[in-house]
């Protein structure tokens, strides 16, 4: 009998040391404000600023708008443990929220290789970079991002759905997670692991070839740039998304590609706030800070507001 429907998890949360409670709850706080201002800043921007209109910032928005779902699907329950001395969740609301923490995170993967194309192109080959980037295949390279992303979480979530879970409710992690609730179930998890190896794999593996494979022609393109004055010019459109392609798969890699005998679930958690809840709030900063068009935007913006 499947009990699944019936049941109720508790959030082990992220620490259980009382005296960290509460500077761990203002810290996660002041990080999520700071994720939905600079993320909602950063649509806003480039909705309505005319210089921005391009394949790199349309692309960019919707990096954006993941990181803004993400941060909020995962980080006000991550709050409440901090607050609360049980974080009990429903089997629907644990079953929501891993189904978009999978699909936002799989979207993002993706994303960051469509905008490492986006980069190959404007670099190997800009006389067509408006042909090849034109509208209606940014608009068809966001459809696959995310339709991968739904198939991704809708198969993982329903295969968890089919489990039954009759022995312990606590979720050793602060969030819904597949391995922290595939410990918790008491029947066979045999189809939900060969499934997690073969989506996660693909899912993992894809997105991170074709980034490093993109980046290789890039570099050899730069290369044979001759003078200095292009070549750093070239380095400085593809900066940032090197930094934020690095920081997130970097967490992922770390997280999920390490030695069976050296799983910790404590940092576990650790390596998961990073890429639950710090690089939502990094990619905004790190496209701000490091892109001239979008600092020139920002400026012409406040001296506008400035002059109302």
Same mark, same amino acid.
């Given at each position: 009998?499947?009990?699944?429907?019936?049941?109720?998890?508790?959030?082990?949360?992220?620490?259980?040391?009382?005296? #960290?409670?509460?500077?761990?709850?203002?810290? $996660?706080?002041?990080?999520?404000?700071?994720?939905?201002?600079? /993320? =909602?800043?950063?649509?806003?921007?480039?909705?309505?600023?005319?210089?921005?209109?391009?394949?790199? &910032?349309?692309?960019?928005?919707?990096?954006? %708008?993941?990181? #803004?779902?993400? @941060? @909020?699907?995962?980080?006000?329950?991550? =709050?409440?443990?901090?607050?609360?001395?049980?974080?009990?969740?429903? $089997?629907?609301?644990?079953?929501?929220?891993?189904?978009? $923490? #999978?699909? #936002?995170?799989?979207?993002?993967?993706?994303?960051?290789?469509?905008?490492?194309?986006?980069?190959?192109?404007?670099?190997?080959?800009?006389?067509?970079?408006?042909?090849?980037?034109?509208?209606?295949?940014?608009?068809?390279?966001?459809?696959?991002? &995310?339709?991968?992303? !739904?198939?991704?979480?809708?198969?993982?979530?329903?295969?968890?759905?089919?489990? @039954? !879970?009759?022995?312990?409710?606590?979720?050793?992690?602060? !969030?819904?997670?597949?391995?922290? =609730?595939?410990?918790?179930?008491?029947?066979?998890?045999?189809? /939900?692991?060969?499934?997690?190896?073969?989506?996660?794999?693909?899912?993992?593996?894809?997105?991170?070839?074709?980034?490093?494979? @993109? &980046?290789? %022609?890039?570099?050899?393109?730069?290369?044979?740039?001759?003078?200095?004055?292009?070549?750093?010019?070239? %380095?400085?459109?593809?900066?940032?998304?090197?930094?934020?392609?690095?920081?997130?798969?970097?967490?992922?890699?770390?997280?999920?590609?390490?030695?069976?005998?050296? /799983? /910790?679930?404590?940092?576990?958690?650790?390596?998961?706030? %990073?890429?639950?809840?710090?690089?939502?709030?990094?990619?905004?900063?790190?496209?701000?800070?490091?892109?001239?068009?979008?600092?020139?935007?920002?400026?012409?913006?406040?001296?506008?507001?400035?002059?109302?």
């Amino acid at each position: 009998m499947n009990h699944s429907s019936v049941i109720d998890f508790i959030l082990e949360g992220l620490t259980k040391r009382p005296e #960290l409670q509460l500077p761990l709850f203002l810290l $996660f706080l002041g990080i999520h404000v700071i994720t939905v201002v600079g /993320n =909602l800043g950063m649509i806003l921007l480039i909705t309505i600023s005319a210089q921005l209109h391009s394949p790199m &910032y349309y692309f960019l928005s919707h990096l954006s %708008f993941i990181d #803004l779902c993400y @941060s @909020s699907v995962i980080t006000p329950k991550m =709050l409440v443990n901090f607050v609360c001395d049980k974080n009990t969740i429903s $089997f629907l609301e644990c079953m929501t929220q891993l189904y978009f $923490f #999978l699909l #936002l995170a799989i979207a993002e993967g993706y994303l960051l290789t469509a905008m490492a194309y986006d980069r190959y192109v404007a670099i190997c080959s800009p006389l067509l970079y408006n042909t090849v980037m034109s509208h209606k295949v940014c608009s068809i390279m966001m459809a696959v991002v &995310y339709s991968l992303g !739904f198939f991704g979480a809708t198969v993982h979530t329903t295969r968890m759905t089919m489990l @039954s !879970f009759c022995g312990s409710h606590i979720v050793r992690h602060y !969030f819904c997670d597949i391995l922290p =609730l595939l410990k918790l179930s008491c029947s066979s998890t045999h189809i /939900n692991e060969v499934l997690l190896f073969i989506i996660g794999g693909v899912n993992t593996l894809a997105p991170t070839l074709a980034v490093i494979i @993109s &980046y290789a %022609f890039i570099l050899t393109s730069i290369l044979r740039i001759r003078s200095n004055e292009g070549r750093s010019k070239a %380095f400085g459109t593809c900066s940032s998304h090197i930094m934020a392609v690095g920081i997130f798969f970097g967490s992922i890699t770390f997280m999920y590609f390490k030695p069976p005998s050296s /799983n /910790n679930m404590e940092q576990e958690k650790v390596s998961s706030v %990073f890429y639950t809840t710090v690089i939502p709030m990094l990619n905004p900063l790190i496209y701000s800070l490091r892109n001239k068009d979008v600092k020139n935007e920002i400026c012409i913006a406040q001296a506008f507001i400035c002059t109302d």
